[in-house]
């Protein structure tokens, strides 16, 4: 650990727990300055999200994992936070989706119901308590602090469609739970240890009696996170939970498949590693064929939509598909592409969720059902009301500057060029064809051609879906002028387009990276080494203890 | 005790999974406790059955399984209980929320998306 700062790991899950408790004491008509500190703690995560990378990527290979003993207890029994490349990838990705979404709900969603705040914090600090921590268990609670926040968040603004699907929502996740208890007691049963490096390190010598009870509990456990990462058939409750959910809530939501993505990546490639002996490889193949179904439900999805949010619902099931399959090819130049693809297709999204609210806002003021699908202007539409000739008038700004955002989402999300999600899907397919001359064993070869061929056809899907929708709201004659747009509205989703540029600007420097977190994850041993190596802090009760033993 | 404790798991979860299909959204709930009663007896059972054993250390007898229960999974289940017990409250308000929006208490709410 790095002498200056060595609590910097546990402040992504302190800072919104207090932020978050501080919110319960601010009386409730403060909304105003409630805001403020949401977003300014919302920065803060981010910056403190950078730090980690940077300290965990300027380590080299071995330094390049953090470990925090949170109550100094030695790393097999006690709580153990852990940060290596991925993690503090997507520690930053959930700082920047988190400051546009705390940003966004500044202008009115903030104001819309009494604890949007504090639940806005709990939320973070479940997300990035998943992404941190070391054992299987804590990573329960803080799948349920996660989940019970986006409960609350997920009815905000009230209203019977809300109620409705957050109904569903809740009732699958709580049987996903359960699931994940029963995983996880099976687990516990069999190696007697709940830490992640531990179990890695125990898996191989597990009995071959036991390994199919084994076998049995990791599926399970899997069931639960295929079912958080909305896996066909497990992802029913998604589109209306998500479609329905306030815009800032639906950008956040857009995280939450990614961590059931980000679960399932961990533990197989730290679990069933090929040191894992007979179990090596477990379940690879089921993630990708089940990544390949998803993505052609998406894809079908897609289709069979009008409106936007649902559009937007739809395209996270496929980037969902795309993770899963790309990770059940189990190849750590596919994986690495892979993790690109999260950074983009999580921006993308987000972006997309934040502009659906205010394109339905300004094409239709209030009222969010699709147009008719007929764009033929009737003959009198080319006047407006004052008869005056509407070839010619200039495009309000607010509009001119929502259609050219949408354009860039859509290029985004559907991964045409210029912007990242054409890298993502460039690499990936890269990749998949290894022009590096590495046979790719762990995935039958169809498997590359299936898995590239449903990345083209979900990118022009997507492309054909989103552009239909845009025509009907942006081509089509508006009964009202829009509403003027609010700068602080605008600025999370053109912060988002700028970071998906950015991304593209950078490519190869985080390629680079994604790179090096992929090696990392196909190699386990280092992680288990380390969190194993590390020894607690000696402090007054350890030192009062080798005094005693020393005479 | 260990076929007793299986039968008992069995049945609330059998149960459980039955009340959680059935149409009426306090089936549903009546459904989900039961089914987190049974996970909870489950994680309980995995940490093999002893009679008379403590789970905490004493002076003078050697810490061992042969000597003490597991105690990890008692605090699981702790963890486990209080943790299903909010959640089901929080869905009980959503029900509650539901029944009084749609006058039903079909899972659907028995009429179209507004």
Known sequence: MNPALPHLIIVPIVLPLLVAAVFLLISDGRRQFKSLVNVGAALANLVVSIEILRRVDAGGAPGAIKVYLAANWEPHFGIVLVADRLTALMLVLTGIVGLSAAVYSTAAWGRAGVFFHPLFQIQLLGLNGAFLTGDLFNLFVFFEVMLAASYGLQLHGSGWPRVRAGLHYIAVNLLASALFLIGLAMLYGIMGTLSMADIAVKLPLVADTDRGLLHAGAAILAVAFLTKAAVWPLNFWLVPAYMTASAPVAAVFALMTKVGVYVLLRLSTLFFSPAAGPSAQFGSRVFLYAGLVTIGFGVLGLMSSLRLGRIAGFSIIVSSGTLLAAMGVGEPSVTSAALYYVLSATLGASALFLLVELVERAATDGDARPRSVEIEPDEDTNLDDAEGALVGRAVPVSLALLGLAFMACVVVVSGLPPLSGFVAKLSLMAALFNPDGVEIASAPASAAWWLSGLLLLSGLISTVSLSRAGIQQFWSPADSPPRGLKLVECAPVLGLIVASAWLTLRAEPVLRYTRAAAEALHEPKAYIDTVLATNPMPGQARRREAEEAAP | ?114
Request: proline content about 6%; glycine content about 10%.
């Open chain 2, 1 to 114: 005790m260990e076929v007793v404790l299986a039968l008992v798991i069995g049945v609330l979860g059998g149960a459980g999974v039955w009340l959680v299909l059935r149409p009426r959204t306090y089936q549903v709930i009546m459904g989900l406790a039961l089914l987190s009663y049974s996970v909870n007896l489950f994680i309980f059972s995995m940490g093999s059955l002893f009679i008379n054993k403590p789970p905490l250390v004493a002076a003078g007898v050697p810490p061992d399984l042969d000597h003490y229960t597991d105690p990890m999974p008692q605090s699981l289940v702790l963890t486990a209980i209080v943790i299903g017990f909010a959640t089901t409250a929080l869905f009980l308000v959503v029900l509650l929320a539901s029944r009084g929006l749609s006058g039903t208490d079909h899972v659907d709410g028995g009429k179209e998306e507004s």
